[in-house]
Nanobody, 128 residues
């Protein structure tokens, strides 16, 4: 089992930056990739970014490419999501997720079904 805990959410103004963190424990050596998703009220959960265990590959949704950056700190078993130039439409609950599956193509990591473990989420609110 792998446990994931997100932190760093809060209330910010449009244009601000925020850094989310996902701490993991348990059988973390089984995790091949970690992703970030978000879900706004009344909307489906959407993929944002993913990073492989080595950090050598990152994948981004087109909607956040250039504004969001995913990174990992393997020494501390954590993955961060740096979010810049936040907009009101970025307001959502943000989730991190872990996958034990290794795929050669990044599009697989855009899918929720790829991930076996999920955190409880952290709320991000953006005021305009």
């Amino acid at each position: 089992q792998v446990q994931l805990v997100e932190s760093g959410g809060g209330l910010v103004q449009a244009g601000d930056s925020l850094r989310l963190s996902c701490a993991s424990n348990g059988r973390t050596f089984t995790v091949y990739a970690t992703g970030w998703f978000r879900q706004a009220p009344g909307k489906e959960r959407e993929f944002l970014a993913a990073i492989t265990r080595s950090g050598g590959r990152q994948y981004y949704a087109d909607s956040v490419k250039g504004r969001f950056t995913i990174s990992r700190d393997n020494a501390n078993n954590s993955v961060a999501l740096q979010m810049d130039s936040l907009k009101s439409e970025d307001a959502a609950v943000y989730y991190c997720a872990a996958s034990t599956k290794a795929y050669p193509v990044g599009n697989y990591y855009h899918a929720q079904r790829t991930y076996e473990y999920w955190g409880q989420g952290t709320q991000v609110t953006v005021s305009s």
